[in-house]
């Protein structure tokens, strides 16, 4: 076995091999040199999320009545209220390029794509528009990283989307170049063997679920031969991570007995549950395991496309959503959207939870991560695009202040805060997208 102790310490990129798998190590102690706070500081690193949901929200349940310090949480913001000191509900934020010529159709994939690019949509059968902020932002937080960023989802990619608009404006949020849009993946599993191996083809991954060999398993020696080196505190943060890890493979490994040997699935090997949740919940999972890893720092999440008609039974709402969201201003049908709403931001509340409950450095992966949730449309009813449902979530490792309610000019441009965002991460640019003047967050 390989000797990880160098002077004393871990190194920062120990990982540990076996049956064609890698366990990268979240930052524990004895990767710190000195043992000081200003060490720990110095290697805890900035991640970047960003999360988009589709069809706006019931405004007059999301927008807090109360401005600046302090504010009151709304009532579809509610189960956020618990993260208050690193919450910013920012408001009066408009996505003018959404805008444009074409039916309802059109209007949905411009305000997937404009959202994090600020650009207009070209209409045509070659896709074009320009890079997002999450490419942005990979370039300079993830040099040295294993994957430079997450593009994650959970329905399937559209085949068919009209009105003279290419599909990867509503399939992906993800722009590496104005003329690559990045497929965004769905499976849990896949994305799990992003992020540890498990197997390169798809014969590797068949073999390796027929032995019922987890990734713990196959790399249990150096486990075992690494623990026996580790001070007390690491071998507690440690066991939680290894805990982590062994639940989710069971999550991801129970939903794939759905799947069968039978079936040709090459780009689908297994864990893709059948429980809308479940899924949302996995993948939220697999973002922390990420970041705690450092594997990568960027990732961005669909929780749900455009148009999309799914049906979340938690919520107690059993409308699809795309179809909830033209409420045709009936108070009780607003009510049952706010509802669906709230379902929602409770999910984000989940994924909140998980990075607080991540020791990082000297601090929680909450502390250190800057995390953009937010919609391209306002009022599904009317295809309308300000004032946008956004929050801006996270301490982004002491550079930005929370437990404020951020009221904007009205019809800022959502490039403007996506601007700031850059500048709050030392990243150094004139404009970004279609911004027209600097703000503060």
């Known amino acids: 076995m390989a000797n990880f102790i160098s ?30 706070l200003k060490a720990q500081e110095g290697l805890a690193k900035t991640r970047f999320g960003a999360i988009y949901f589709p069809h706006g929200a019931t405004m007059s349940k999301w927008t807090p009545l109360n401005e600046g310090k302090n504010f009151e949480f709304s009532e579809i913001l509610k189960p956020l ?18 805008y444009g010529p074409g039916g309802a159709t059109a209007n949905h994939n411009r305000s997937a794509a404009s959202f994090l690019s600020g650009a207009k949509p070209l209409r045509g059968a070659t896709p074009e528009l320009g890079v997002t902020i999450d490419q942005i932002i990979a370039r300079e937080l993830n040099r040295d990283t294993p994957l430079p960023s997450l593009e994650l989802t959970i329905e399937e990619a559209t085949i068919s989307c009209g009105e003279g608009l290419s599909c990867a404006y509503r399939n992906t949020i993800s722009w590496q170049s104005p003329l690559s849009p990045l497929p965004m993946q769905n499976n849990p599993q896949v994305v799990f063997e992003q992020l540890f191996g498990d197997g390169a083809t798809p014969a590797q991954r068949k073999a390796r679920r027929k032995q019922s060999l987890s990734l713990l398993d196959a790399v249990s020696e150096q486990l075992s031969s690494l623990d026996k080196t580790l001070p007390a505190s690491d071998k507690v943060r440690l066991e939680q991570y290894l805990t982590d890890i062994r639940e989710i493979e069971r999550r991801i490994v129970q939903a794939g007995e759905k799947v069968s040997d039978d079936v040709a699935v090459p780009d689908k090997p297994n864990g893709i549950p059948a429980d809308v949740e479940e899924h949302i919940k996995l993948m939220y999972d697999l973002q922390v395991l990420a970041w705690q890893t450092e594997v990568s720092r960027v990732s961005t999440f669909l929780m749900a496309k455009e148009l999309s008609g799914a049906i979340y039974p938690a919520s ?14 009936n108070e009780d049908n607003k009510a049952r959207f706010a509802q669906l709403n709230r379902y929602h931001v409770s999910l984000l509340g989940y994924f909140l939870d998980k990075l607080r409950s991540t020791p990082d450095g000297n601090g929680n992966l909450l502390d250190h991560s800057m995390i953009l949730y937010g919609s391209g449309m306002s009022d599904g009813n009317s295809h309308n695009h300000d004032p946008l449902p956004v929050i801006l979530a996270g301490g982004a490792s002491g550079k930005l202040e929370g437990n404020r309610h951020i009221v904007m000019p009205e019809k800022t441009r959502v490039s403007n805060l996506l601007l700031a965002m850059l500048h709050k991460l030392d990243i150094e640019q004139n404009s970004f997208g279609d911004s027209d003047e600097t703000v503060m967050i």
């Open 81 to 98: 209220e618990s993260f208050r000191e690193q919450i910013n509900v920012v408001s009066n934020l408009t996505l003018p390029l959404a």
């Open 7 to 36: 002077k004393k310490h871990l190194s920062r990129r120990t990982v540990l091999r076996g049956a064609g798998s890698m366990l990268a190590l979240p930052l524990l102690e004895s990767m710190i040199p000195a043992g000081t």
């Open 316 to 329: 107690g709402v059993r409308d699809g959503f795309h179809t909830l969201s033209h409420h045709s201003n």
